[in-house]
C-alpha cells in the first residue's frame, strides 16, 4: 500500500478505494446508487477513449485511459463481491486460467510457469482456440441438447461493423464464405446494382436493406484483405475531420462564412487540404 507522495498505489490500494467508495455509511452517494447495468454506459465510453487514446499516440493519455478501464472492471468486481459471486481476484485468476488453456502451443503442460512450447501456424493457432471455446462450452453445461446457433455467442451490443467482421468469421469457420476476394467485389458490384434499382424506385425501406447489404458486402472484402473495417472507417473518419477543419479554419481566417460558399470553392480547398497533408 503506498505511503507518502513518493510511493506508487498498486492494485490493492484501488480494490481498497473502491470498497471505500462503495461503503454504506461513509461511501459516496453516487458510487452507491450503481448497479451492474447503470455502469455499462461508462464502461462502453471508456473503451472508446482508449481506442481514441491509441489512435492519437499519446501515451501518457494512454496510460491515463487504460486506468479509467481498468477501475470500470474493479467497480463490477466491487458489486461482485457485494453480492457474494465473485470478486477481483476471481476475475484474474478466471482469465489467467482460461488464456492458459486457449494456448497449449505455449503452455503444453497446462501450467502457467511451463516451459514448453509447440510451434502451430496462426491458422492451427485460430483453430484450436475456436475448439477449445467449443469444448469448454458443452463442458458448462454437458446437459444441454438443443439447437444453438454458431453465431449465439456474437454480442449483439458490439457496433455493427464489428458484429458483421465477427459474424462473417465464425461462419467462415464451417465453410460459409467467399474463396478469394474477387467474388466479394462482385457481390459488392451485385449490391450497388440492387441498391440503384432500390433508389430508382423510391422504396425506402428496400433502400435501407440494400444500403445494408452494401455496408455488409464491403466489410466483408475488408476481412478477405486483412483490413479491420472498424479500424478502417475510424481512419477515414478522422481524415475527413481533418481536411474539414482546414476548410473551415481557411474561410475563419479570410472572415468568411463557410455556408455561403459554392460546393466548387469548398472542393478546391478540400483539394488543398489533401496536399497540405502530403508536406
Known sequence: MAEGKSALYGIEDLIYLMARLRDPNTGCPWDLKQTFQTIVPY??????????????GDMAHIKEELGDLLFQIIFYSQMG???????????????????????P??????????????????????????????????AKNPQADEFKSLLADVPKAMPALMRAEKLQKKAATVGFDWPQASQVLDKIEEEIGELREAIAAGREAEIQDEMGDLMFACVNLARHLNVKSEVALDSTNRK??????????????????????????MEAKWQE??????Q
Open 273 to 278: 487540404a489533401k496536399q497540405y497533408e502530403k
Open 43 to 56: 464502461t462502453l465510453e471508456e473503451t472508446y477513449e482508449v481506442a481514441d487514446a491509441i489512435a492519437s
Open 105 to 138: 502451443h505455449v503452455f503444453a503442460d497446462g501450467t502457467l510457469r511451463g516451459q514448453q512450447r509447440q510451434d502451430l501456424t496462426e491458422e492451427q493457432i485460430k483453430a484450436n482456440w475456436e475448439k477449445i471455446k467449443q469444448q469448454e462450452k458443452a
Open 81 to 103: 463481491s457485494e453480492k457474494a459471486e465473485f470478486t477481483f481476484n476471481d476475475v484474474v485468476h478466471g482469465i489467467t486460467e482460461k488464456l492458459v488453456r486457449r494456448h
Open 240 to 265: 475527413f475531420s481533418r481536411r474539414f477543419e482546414y476548410i473551415e479554419r481557411n474561410f475563419a481566417a479570410q472572415g468568411r462564412d463557410m455556408a455561403a460558399a459554392d460546393l466548387n470553392e
